[in-house]
């Protein structure tokens, strides 16, 4: 079973910024894609960033002032947030999936972290 721990959110002002980290944990043989979504209160999930083969995909809505990293070989990723809007208030969440070993049996995961909670003040 493959674990996702989402860090670094918090309260923060309009145009101020936050780093949120996430770490991935268990039998990993090698991670494809990581990503942060989001959901607001009413609103569906949506895509902040992804990255894959080191390369970042961002949703329109942060083009510009978020940045997503990736350090493959401690399975961490990070999401640099600037510029933060009111409109950026919502539970981000990390997720990832690739190839897990399951005692010595390769299979494909995806998971989830539990999120956790950005809110910018205006």
């Known amino acids: 079973q493959v674990q996702l721990v989402e860090s670094g959110g918090g309260l923060v002002r309009t145009g101020g910024s936050l780093t949120l980290s996430c770490t991935a944990s268990g039998n990993i043989v090698g991670i494809n894609v990581m990503g942060w979504y989001r959901q607001a209160p009413g609103k569906q999930r949506e895509l902040v960033a992804i990255i894959s083969s080191g390369i970042p995909k961002y949703g329109d809505s942060v083009k510009g002032r978020f940045t997503i990293a990736r350090d493959n070989a401690k399975n961490t990723m990070t999401l640099q947030m600037n510029s933060l809007k009111p409109e950026d208030t919502a539970v981000y969440y990390c997720?990832?999936?690739?190839?897990?070993?399951?005692?010595?049996?390769?299979?494909?995961?995806?998971?989830w972290g539990q999120g956790t909670q950005v809110t910018v003040s205006s």
């Open positions: 997720s990832a999936d690739g190839v897990q070993s399951d005692r010595g049996t390769l299979g494909s995961f995806g998971s």
